[in-house]
């Protein structure tokens, strides 16, 4: 039997094990920056006094999309890769249970939860750095500013590689996606309250 190693590395081989693990993590990715983004500049603008309480309230962030993001990726994945073995079971007449076909399918779905977990950590995570120096080096204002370009930055990185992978021009889709960043921040700071 292959070692746990071996056989990440030959899910990893498998364009489409990559394929649907990349677009959750980019999306949940997505998800998350907007959502920190977003929780930064309405922290700072509610006059939250310190810079470890935005922390805190990111961490909530980064606790409920995290969960959502591996909860829900592993619940459609096992319902999609269930159907699929299904379907290949009533077509081949056989019982697919124990077999490399089903634990390919099983890793796959590991790999995707996973993924699809990263993502919106990287995404929050990131992002609240500079309010740990928040009252030492930096003031409210400059750590949010800050957190925000870090934000922005991120979701320019999800955009520059999508467009690499894609043949698009990077630039572009990373401007694309930084946009969305940007657009969250400017919102935020017109919102009533």
């Known amino acids: 039997m292959a070692s746990p190693l071996?056989?990440?590395?030959?899910?990893?081989?498998?364009?489409?094990?990559?394929?649907?693990?990349?677009?959750?993590?980019?999306?949940?990715?997505?998800?998350?920056?907007?959502?920190?983004?977003?929780?930064?500049?309405?922290?700072?603008?509610?006059?939250?006094?310190d810079g470890f309480t935005v922390v805190k309230i990111g961490l909530g962030a980064a606790v409920g999309l995290g969960t959502s993001a591996v909860w829900s990726v592993w619940e459609i994945e096992r319902a999609e890769t269930r159907a699929?073995?299904?379907?290949?079971?009533?077509?081949?007449?056989?019982?697919?249970?124990?077999?490399?076909?089903?634990?390919?399918?099983?890793?796959?779905?590991?790999?995707?939860?996973?993924?699809?977990?990263?993502?919106?950590?990287?995404?929050?995570?990131?992002?609240?750095?500079?309010?740990?120096?928040?009252?030492t080096v930096l003031t409210m204002v400059e750590a949010a500013l800050i957190s925000v370009a870090l934000g922005i930055s991120i979701l320019g990185a999800f955009g520059a590689y999508m467009g690499s992978i894609s043949g698009q021009r990077w630039y572009v889709a990373a401007g694309r996606m930084a946009l969305a960043g940007l657009?969250?921040?400017?919102?935020?700071v017109f919102l009533p309250g």
Do not use: W
């Not at 657009?183 to 935020?188: H, L, P, Q």
């Open 6 to 49: 071996s056989e990440l590395r030959r899910l990893l081989g498998d364009e489409d094990v990559r394929s649907i693990s990349r677009r959750y993590f980019v999306s949940n990715g997505f998800d998350g920056t907007l959502t920190c983004i977003g929780v930064v500049v309405g922290a700072v603008l509610s006059g939250i006094p």
């Open 183 to 188: 657009v969250v921040a400017v919102i935020n």
């Open 84 to 135: 699929e073995i299904l379907r290949l079971e009533r077509a081949m007449l056989t019982d697919l249970d124990d077999t490399r076909v089903q634990r390919d399918q099983q890793g796959a779905r590991l790999v995707h939860a996973t993924m699809s977990g990263l993502g919106p950590l990287i995404g929050v995570l990131v992002p609240l750095i500079p309010f740990l120096f928040e009252a």
